[in-house]
């Protein structure tokens, strides 16, 4: 029973990233400085350093690395 909960938790944990990282990845981004709208691959939500719903990207139309919003999807 140990080994089964030793396995499950950080399976369900994963999954439970995966899924939230997939939600924000369908949302927009713009850009501060050219205000230009993107999208980015959810694996790079995990990595990418955030705080509340800014992210910090680089801007594929400007190519500036800075704080990018998240917009909510309409």
Not at 15 to 27: D, F, P, W
Not at 38 to 47: A, G, L, M, Q
Request: glycine share 0%; charged share 20%.
């Amino acid at each position: 029973m140990e080994y089964l909960l030793i396995f499950l938790i950080p399976t369900v944990a994963a999954a439970i990233i995966v899924i939230l990282a997939k939600r924000i990845a369908a949302h927009s981004f713009k850009c501060k400085h050219c205000s230009k709208m993107f999208h980015i691959k959810w694996t790079k939500v995990i990595v990418t350093e955030h705080s509340e719903n800014e992210y910090k990207l680089l801007c594929p139309h400007c190519k500036t690395k800075d704080w990018c919003t998240e917009q909510p999807i309409i």
